[in-house]
Nanobody, 120 residues
Framework: VQLVESGGGLVQAGGSLRLSCAAS????????MGWYRQAPGNQRELVAR????????DYADSVKGRFTISRDNAKNTMYLQMNSLKPEDTAVYYC??????????????WGQGTQVTVSS
């Protein structure tokens, strides 16, 4: 499975961005997908995740009510709509997919990351 993010950039506080993550390869093996972020000097943290059918989502407390995760399985693409952005949202955002590689075996796939910078 290969994951490619797009949609990052520079935006002013209060603005919006939409990130996309296009999956290719053995996409049938993908279960959960999610977005993580890592700011300089910080550990990578979960932002939001979504189940395979899109029926269940989780969000970090810091983004609840501002970010929305979704996925279009027909297009093998996941999205993160980010509204009311704050300077503290500045980070590299990574796409993540959990894929089945065997009975009871999973593998973590990561994209290369996309930079999001929010200016005050």
């Amino acid at each position: 499975v290969q994951l490619v993010e797009s949609g990052g950039g520079l935006v002013q506080a209060g603005g919006s961005l939409r990130l996309s993550c296009a999956a290719s390869g053995s996409t049938f093996s993908i279960n959960k997908m999610g977005w993580y972020r890592q700011a300089p000097g910080n550990q990578r943290e979960l932002v939001a995740r979504i189940t395979s059918g899109g029926g269940s989502t989780d969000y970090a407390d810091s983004v609840k009510g501002r970010f929305t995760i979704s996925r279009d399985n027909a297009k093998n693409t996941m999205y993160l709509q980010m509204n009311s952005l704050k300077p503290e949202d500045t980070a590299v955002y990574y796409c993540h997919a959990l894929g089945w590689v065997g009975p009871g075996l999973v593998y973590n796939y990561w994209g290369q990351g996309t930079q999001v910078t929010v200016s005050s």
